[in-house]
């Protein structure tokens, strides 16, 4: 019989389309904080999967991210994607001052300005793709580009650089063990990169995001230049691979469910309901991310969580918590609207939740606008889904219109 208290090993590399990895259902159906080992990192972790669970871990002070720097923290990446300077990675009160400033970066005036950029650059892809098409792949025209152009588009970054961004956050995504050279050297190459730009912006400031960071301010209190850099960097490696991998994974399960995207036609008004729902299903990454330490020891679920103890939370069965959701497991837009955790919660949740929804409002919106037929163009079982990354994302997503 096995050990109750041993961990178990999650490799959590579960592919199959959207459907929701069921080693996580099981540790879920478990109800209280499990041990569990990850292929990376010399020590096992708790796993939290309720939603009131997640919540507190999230917004408790005693289980801090500073503290993982330290340790060779279990994760599924060979190398870790943080570095100690980013803010994933920083405890309150120093995170909370960054995140206070980088706001500045993200007020709904500067949103709704994204947006009009947003929409310029979702147009030309999707011109791109009625030239190229039908068939033609979603994926690469427009979920592979769009969220990836945006950020450098919205950080001032030179055109003739953009491929070069794009190779380095593939790079220190991949889960392979033979990738961890080439995302240690991506890493310190993009630090450099952006450490020349933000020195050139501070000399000439212009409208863009890393201008913005520079110049922010709270009262007298402001970022440094090192600050910026890393501030830089982080949105770059966030805002590329999350936003297009949901692009794709939210059109997928809309030409999967008629209904759906009969709905968003007849009733675009329902458009952000409709995403968020979607946000709230979709399982998009494998998993779990980046985890805490316990400062001390907390009694939670049953269990004694130990100072010095790695726990990890799960958005995704945080998402599907019946005690929270009713039905979790079916798609409806009309549910009561209540805050999923697709974007995190507390402490770290998405700075740039706002942008992010944008990206999607306007991807999709124009889009299901532009092309009325849209539809698969192969049958749903011969779609290739991602096995290389920490995502979940068909590879190619081949439609007709
Ligand atoms: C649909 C798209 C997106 C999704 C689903 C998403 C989701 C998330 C999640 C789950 C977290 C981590 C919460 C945690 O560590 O507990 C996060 C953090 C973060 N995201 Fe996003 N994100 C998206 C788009 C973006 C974009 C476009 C950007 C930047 C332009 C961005 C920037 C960040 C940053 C900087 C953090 C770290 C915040 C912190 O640790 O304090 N995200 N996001």
Redesign the pocket.
């Known amino acids: 019989m096995a050990d109750p208290g041993a961990a178990i090993t999650c490799p959590f590399d579960f592919s199959e389309a959207l459907d929701f990895d069921p080693s996580l259902a099981e540790l879920m159906a478990r109800d209280r904080p499990t041990r569990i080992r990850l292929p990376y990192g010399d020590a096992d972790a708790w796993l939290v999967t309720g939603f009131d669970d997640v919540r507190q871990v999230?917004t408790d002070h005693r289980f801090s991210r500073a503290a993982i720097m330290a340790r060779d923290y279990p994760r599924l990446t060979p190398e870790p994607i943080v570095s100690p300077e980013s803010?994933?990675v920083i405890d309150p009160p120093r995170?909370s001052r960054l995140?206070r400033l980088a706001s500045h970066a993200f007020t709904p005036r500067r949103v709704e300005r994204m947006r009009t950029a947003i929409a310029e650059l979702t147009d030309s892809l999707l011109d791109e793709m009625a030239a190229a098409g039908p068939p033609a792949d979603l994926a690469r025209h427009l979920s592979d580009r769009l969220?990836q152009q945006t950020?450098c588009e919205l950080l001032g970054i030179a055109r003739s650089d953009w491929p070069r961004m794009r190779r380095y956050a593939h790079q220190m995504l991949a889960t392979g063990p033979d990738e961890r050279e080439a995302a240690a050297t991506a890493k310190a190459e993009l630090r450099a990169y952006f450490g020349e730009l933000v020195d050139e912006r501070r000399r000439a400031p212009g409208n863009d995001l890393i201008s913005a960071l520079a110049a922010a301010k709270d009262g007298e209190d402001a970022l440094d230049d090192q600050e910026v850099a890393v501030m830089a960097l982080?949105?770059m490696l966030?805002?590329h691979d999350?936003?297009t991998c949901?692009i794709s994974n939210i059109t997928y399960v809309l030409l999967s469910r008629p209904e759906l995207m009969e709905r968003l036609r007849s009733r675009p008004d329902t458009l952000t309901a409709v995403l968020n729902e979607l946000?709230r299903f979709i399982p998009?990454r494998k998993g779990v991310?980046?985890p805490r330490v316990a400062l001390e020891d907390v009694q939670m679920g049953g269990v004694r969580i130990r100072a010095g103890d790695f726990i990890h939370v799960s958005?995704l069965t945080a998402n599907r918590d019946p005690q929270r959701f009713t039905d979790p497991g079916t798609v409806d837009p009309d549910r009561t609207p209540l805050p999923h955790m697709?974007?995190?919660?507390?402490?770290?949740?998405?700075?740039?939740?706002p942008?992010?929804m944008a990206?999607?409002e306007v991807a999709v919106g124009r889009l299901v606008n532009r092309f009325p037929g849209l539809r698969l163009a192969v049958p749903a079982q011969e779609l290739r889904w991602d096995t290389a990354t920490i995502r979940r994302f068909p590879i190619e997503l081949p439609v007709a219109w």
Do not use: D, K, Q, V
């Open positions: 999230t803010i994933n995170s995140r969220p950020i982080t949105l966030s805002g999350t936003a949901e946000l998009f991310g980046i958005y697709t974007f995190g919660w507390g402490g770290h949740r998405c700075i740039a939740a942008l992010a990206e999607l």
